[in-house]
């Protein structure tokens, strides 16, 4: 029930369509400058606000989970601990190439090693070669906030390097099956970090390995299996998006004009590539299928209450775009990188005029937000199974600056039920029965939504998709800065409209207005090109600055 015009009025919506579209823009997009955080909401939470939200806090979830992970908390003892007990018994061995790629990573990980010379020298040289290619040890994202995370950037990814020495293989296999203590770190860490980002690809690739829980099974039995594959010691996940392009052009040249993002749209709406969480997915697969209302809206409940027109369409598109990259740059180190009106008729005896508006007050993508929010409930079990209930109360997210002062646990029940009341608000906006959630939960954020200081941080960055061999560049998602366009929202078919409140009338006193309504829509611009170094958040972002267009800055990378 409403009052409007002074009258009470029950609005049933059940039949209503809402026509949804972008008016058309004067002047070129690629022209006008961005900015380089997000703009006023304008009355709606746009989908971009509510993901550059959940930007900030999965940042600062995943970096502390790094942190925890590393160093230990709660029920797990920690990588730091592993690789430094193995340094331990590893240090008078032959420093053989699985060795020396183990010990460097405990040494870029800051574990302290007591190593003989011969020893050091060969820890040395692999460190050297490892940082020399800069794709692979370079620190992007959040883990250039600090020493630390930086140094668990570099050690890991040094730990997913392909080892075909099968002999150090066995010797650091036959340690850690000697011991129940890190045989559980290392399986425990594999079970955290398959489920926080996702498994590792069952592609065939030259750069990729197994890890060691086949060969750890098969000394249960008394004789090591080294994989047939080679081995890694923590090898990366897969994703959608590198597994299409290692399927696509595995040993084939990259055509010219060949976009990896397009590709996937293509596969989405033609059905032949699914996004659907699996069996075995991790979190990035849940964040993922998350996007998927952006590239085939008309497939989501909600369709069935909204019209798109092209532009807006064409709008989802750009951001599922955006939104990918993002959420990929959260996940970089552990992921693979491969590569209205009409005019009024003559009026008759004066009536009581009642204008009903289309009522929204965040985009329409119920589905968009329903999926998020189920993301933030798997991994919570995720980080509860490895550390316990009791350390999630403990730790803290972290941003650039430090830890915030509300626990884990706190925060993620908060972002769970800000995006359930996201899709409890727009689907009861739009029409559609809904039991999960509670709108208020997301109409209270939203009230305070230009304080959030979350949603004034800066997102621009790049993050890579695949190296190119033929062209010697890597492909890269970037996001440059942020741009605004109108939506436009009016009634395909109205909603059921009853006045309560008479005042002595007769419906017939009635006549009702439908009027449309336009809403500013901030949104990240993101674009794929090829470039010939990966640029750290500070040295992109001062690139973007300085160039402030779409046009200059794509002229400045390529």
Known sequence: MRTIGGRRVEIDRR???????????????????????????????????????????DDGLYAAVELAAQSGAGDFSGKASLLGSLGGRLRDTDPSAAIATLLAAARLGEVQLDLTPRTQEAV?????????DELRSKPIGFYTWSPQLSSIFKQDRLLQQKLVDATGVETIARLIHGDVKLRATYEGYLDLVYRLTNPRSSIVDADLGEDLRDGLSALDGGAFHMPAAGASFFPPSRSHETDLAKQLFGSTPIPEGFSLVDEMVRRIRAGTLKLAPRPDSGWYDQQ?????????????????????GERYRGYLLDLFRALLA???????????????????????????????????????LAAYYLRRALSYAFVRTVIEKTFGAAALGKMRRLTASGPVPVSLDEELRSMEAVFLGAHAAVSNELGMASTRGDAAAFRRWATGIDDDPDL????????????????????????LGWSSRQMRVE?????????????????????????????????????????????DRDEFRRLCDAQRTQAKILRALQ
């Not at 040395?124 to 020399?132: H, K, N, T």
């Not at 952006?294 to 798109?308: D, G, K, N, R, Y």
């Open 288 to 308: 993922t299928y998350a996007l998927e209302p952006l590239v085939i809206p008309e497939q989501m409940p909600e369709a069935a209450h909204v019209t798109l």
């Open 491 to 535: 009634f395909a078919n109205p909603p059921d409209v009853t006045v309560l409140d008479l005042g002595g009338g007769n419906p017939a006193d009635f006549e009702f207005e439908l009027a449309s309504v336009t809403r500013e829509l901030a949104y990240p611009v993101a674009v794929e090109v090829y470039v010939d170094r990966i640029l």
């Open 326 to 364: 993002l959420t990929r740059e959260t996940h970089i180190k552990q992921l693979e990188t491969p590569v209205v009106g009409a005019a009024r008729p003559f009026p008759g005896p004066k009536k009581t005029i009642i204008t009903i508006r289309p009522e929204l007050s965040a985009e329409p």
């Open 456 to 479: 004034g941080q800066d997102i621009r960055a790049m993050v890579p998709l695949f190296y190119d061999l033929a062209r010697s560049k890597t492909k890269v998602l970037a996001v």
């Open 15 to 57: 039949k209503q369509v809402l026509a949804i579209e972008i008016p058309e823009r004067e002047g070129g997009g690629a022209q006008q400058a961005l900015a380089p955080r997000l703009l006023s909401s304008g009355g709606l939470v746009s989908a971009s606000a509510l993901s550059a939200k959940a930007k900030q806090f």
């Open 124 to 132: 040395e040289r692999r460190i050297a070669e490892f940082r020399a």
